[in-house]
């Protein structure tokens, strides 16, 4: 074990404001990395994931099944290929300028847990707490029983069977077996993570490739770029909803300030990740969602799996709803594997702040993975997939999420240390009027399941003030001698 360790007087780089005590930890000064401190024997001792892996992160769940699914609605409800690259650019602007935000904030705190530190930071532990008690019942594993109930279709249609009477099995076994790979060891994980994720990026670029290569594709088609075909929405209410399911689709990418933690000279990888993330997403769903409509045109869409359909046809006749499953389903499980080896970072950063139980803050003596985070992730997801109605389980907390991204965002407002960047403070402003339009069109749309949600997320706090009074962190702080 490290034979010297110092407990500095506050945390590196503490919010003003602040309240909550800084975390307890033991913790050790490393000169090399400019006088920053990390935990003694935890995840940040084992950096190792490189600038391919962590791309891989921000990339992951951004480009799911929304990549085949969403952008035919879009382009129906907008009428306009020039509407519908607008709001891809748009959204692009508004990911770009808080992945700006994340990379500042994952430089200056390159530890485990991502938006869950940064909150601490900015704003003590109670709001942090809310976020991690948000992640760990609801948004976490609802995604991810979403994502493997989603997925499982376009195996059966790869396979050539037909949907089993026990459905529950192929998604439970997708959980499963993601879970047992993140389980069984960080650099195998990471190694399939980011595999999965580069290979679907140059699936998808292939993909449009061969759209105009084979000759299927014609200009013709998106031409006039401004005019609104027949039967569009009115303008307003379709710009609305199309910026609404962009950023759906963009979600995911402040997955990598998570997993900071594990990333090799954080200073130059995570900016890099994060905006070259960003940018090769904004590329991706602009080049997908014009080499579907040069195949297959505005007038032709009738609904979104319909339209997945009709490309698979055109481009590679019978066999196109196979390799268009197949094309789904490697995204999927990308994206999959990206939120399964981020979210239990959440968990273990809890625990060894004390704010969660200590058994998740524990990495595992032989793998090095924070092995209990990864079966209370796998465990929680397999629930609520049993449970089912996940999707709406999700649209209660899609807003209360909004609100931590916004609000993380934002403590680079309340850092000790100001932020002496050329983009600040335009690129915080731009991404927090983001956030506050699409929580605005939320409510606008539906505002009852925004509230509910916002109310399940603060009774996350009574529950903090029983089971992790600032008393009982102090007794389940991790002691040095358990961690591996």
């Not at 609404?244 to 990888?269: D, L, M």
């Amino acid at each position: 074990m490290p034979s010297k360790l110092a407990r500095p007087p506050a945390t590196y780089g503490h919010a003003r404001g602040s309240q909550d005590a800084p975390s307890n930890l033991n913790l050790l000064v490393d000169a090399d990395q400019g006088g920053a401190e990390y935990d003694v024997d935890s995840m940040e001792q084992r950096r190792q994931m490189g600038l391919a892996g962590t791309i891989a992160v921000v990339t992951g769940e951004s480009i799911a099944l929304g990549i085949f699914l969403t952008p035919a609605a879009m382009a129906k409800s907008l009428g306009s290929p020039a509407l519908l690259a607008s709001v891809w650019c748009g959204m692009g602007l508004i990911a770009m300028c808080g992945a700006l935000c994340y990379s500042e904030l994952a430089v200056r705190f390159p530890h485990a847990g991502g938006e869950y530190v940064y909150l601490r930071e900015g704003y003590g532990g109670r709001v942090a707490f809310l976020y991690g008690w948000m992640s760990a019942t609801v948004m976490d594993p609802g995604l991810a029983a979403a994502l493997a109930m989603g997925s499982a279709p376009y195996i059966y249609s790869l396979t050539g069977t037909t949907t089993p009477h026990g459905r529950l099995w192929v998604p439970s076994l997708i959980l499963i077996g993601l879970g047992a790979v993140n389980y069984l060891g960080t650099h195998m994980g990471r190694r399939v993570m980011a595999t999965a994720n580069l290979l679907k990026i140059g699936v998808l670029l292939c993909l449009v490739a061969w759209a105009w290569i084979s000759g299927h594709s014609s200009v013709e088609n998106v031409l006039p770029l401004v005019h609104r075909r027949p039967g569009s929405e009115p303008v307003f209410a379709a710009v609305a909803g199309a910026t609404v399911s962009a950023f759906f689709c963009f979600g995911g990418w402040w997955e990598a300030g998570k997993i900071a933690g594990e990333v090799r000279n954080p200073r130059r990888t995570l900016p890099l990740a994060f905006t070259c993330g960003v940018l090769i997403v904004t590329v991706v769903y602009l080049l997908v969602s014009f080499a579907f409509l040069s195949v297959v045109p505005l007038s032709r869409i009738v609904s979104n799996t319909a339209f997945v359909a009709q490309f698979g046809q055109a481009l590679f006749g019978s066999l196109g709803g196979r390799v268009l499953s197949g094309c789904v389903l490697l995204s999927v499980l990308g994206g999959m594997m990206a939120l399964t080896m981020a979210a239990p970072r959440v968990y273990y950063a809890m625990a060894r702040d004390g704010a969660f139980f200590s058994a998740f803050g524990r990495l595992h003596p032989r793998f090095g993975t924070p092995a209990n985070a990864v079966l209370l992730q796998t465990g929680l997801a397999l629930i609520v997939l049993c449970f089912g109605a996940f999707d709406r389980i999700l649209s209660f907390i899609i807003f209360s999420a909004i609100c931590f991204l916004a609000l993380s965002a934002a403590s680079l407002f309340r850092l000790k240390e100001p932020v002496r960047r050329w983009w600040y403070p335009s690129a915080p402003g731009v991404f927090l009027l983001g956030c506050i339009v699409i929580n605005f069109l939320i409510l606008m749309h539906d505002p009852i399941p925004a509230l509910v949600g916002l109310v399940a997320v603060l009774c996350g706090d009574p529950i903090r003030r029983f089971f992790f009074s600032p008393q009982l962190a102090l007794a389940t702080t991790i002691p040095e001698e358990t961690l591996s």
